[in-house]
Nanobody, 122 residues
Framework: VQLQASGGGLVQAGGSLRLSCAAS????????MGWFRQATGKEREFVAA????????RYADSVKGRFTISRDNAKNSVYLQMNSLKPEDTAVYYC????????????????WGQGTQVTVSS
């Protein structure tokens, strides 16, 4: 499975961005999907994950209530709507796929996209 993330950019604090991740080369609906992020000098951290059918989702406490993960299996895509952005959300955001049930640990994901930079100015 190949994953291509897009939609990052520079936004002011309080603003919104929508990240997209397009998948190809596999049966998208058979994968649970996740978003992770990595800030400069920090470890990669879990942001959100969604089940294969989209009926279940999990979020990191730091983004709960502000971010929403969704997917469109007909379009082989997963999305991350980010609202009320804060400077501490600044990071490279990665989408990932795994063939298991919904997971929040990076090492349980099999495929990774290239990342898209999100920068939130104060």
């Amino acid at each position: 499975v190949q994953l291509q993330a897009s939609g990052g950019g520079l936004v002011q604090a309080g603003g919104s961005l929508r990240l997209s991740c397009a998948a190809s080369g596999g049966t998208f609906s058979s994968y649970s999907m996740g978003w992770f992020r990595q800030a400069t000098g920090k470890e990669r951290e879990f942001v959100a994950a969604i089940s294969r059918g989209g009926g279940s989702a999990r979020y990191a406490d730091s983004v709960k209530g502000r971010f929403t993960i969704s997917r469109d299996n007909a379009k082989n895509s997963v999305y991350l709507q980010m609202n009320s952005l804060k400077p501490e959300d600044t990071a490279v955001y990665y989408c990932a796929a795994n063939s298991l049930l919904l997971r929040i640990r990076a090492h349980e994901y099999d495929y990774w996209g290239q990342g898209t930079q999100v920068t939130v100015s104060s």
